[in-house]
């Protein structure tokens, strides 16, 4: 099974590139944001959980958010295998998730990380922000902070994986064909 965590600051690439790992290699997506807004519209007993939680202006916890990563992994049981999006973003969530696939007789097969300089980001998000209306996207000193709080939040993570041998940049500047190549580089020597 070929699970991979994809990971990257906003405006690497992440949204494009999951899309084509997806197809190419016949993985289920798991957004963490996608499942939780999934599980509040269904009204699941999870997502009643997190939506009250959501409602007082507080975080999902982690155990909510496992719990619901494991249903979905569940309802998929036959997969080829999983690309994690939005999740881990801390190293408990990583052990979390460690434990969660154990039980489930796989891992984690690498943590792929897009990587670019802020002033690429910038300069993409900009951009974007024209196309997309958002307005996150829109403000260079929001925009700024998006990335610093990545940068500072994420490098453990990064150690994490690395100690497991799990850790691979990826150069996330050039065409798409040219980073999806170096992504699928990556895996094919799995």
Same mark, same amino acid.
């Given at each position: ?51 009250? @939680?959501?409602?007082?202006?507080? @975080?999902?916890?982690? +155990? ?36 969660? $696939? ?7 097969t690498m943590m792929l990380a897009l990587?670019?300089? +802020? ?7 900009l951009n974007r922000g024209k196309d ?44 798409i064909e040219e980073i999806f190549d170096? $992504? ?7």
């Open positions: 099974m070929l699970n991979i965590v994809l990971f990257g600051p906003p405006g690497a690439g992440k949204g494009t590139q999951s899309t084509n790992l997806i197809e190419k290699y016949q993985l289920v997506h798991l957004s963490t944001g996608d499942i939780l807004r999934s599980e509040v519209a269904n009204k699941t007993s999870l997502g009643l959980e997190a939506k009250k @939680l959501m409602d007082q202006g507080l @975080l999902v916890p982690d +155990d909510v958010v496992i719990r619901m990563i494991e249903a979905r992994v569940d309802a998929n049981r036959n997969a080829k295998g999983f690309i994690f999006d939005g999740f881990p973003r801390t190293t408990k969530q990583a052990e979390a998730l460690d434990e969660l $696939l154990k039980k489930k007789h796989t891992s984690i990587e670019v300089d +802020d002033a690429e980001l910038i300069t993409r998000l997309s209306g958002r307005p996150d996207d829109q403000n260079k000193e929001v925009i700024s902070k998006r990335i610093m709080e990545y940068n500072s939040k994420t490098a453990p993570l990064k150690n994490y994986y690395t100690e497991q041998g799990k850790f691979h940049g990826v150069k996330g500047v050039g065409t170096r $992504l699928t580089g990556v895996i094919e020597m799995y």
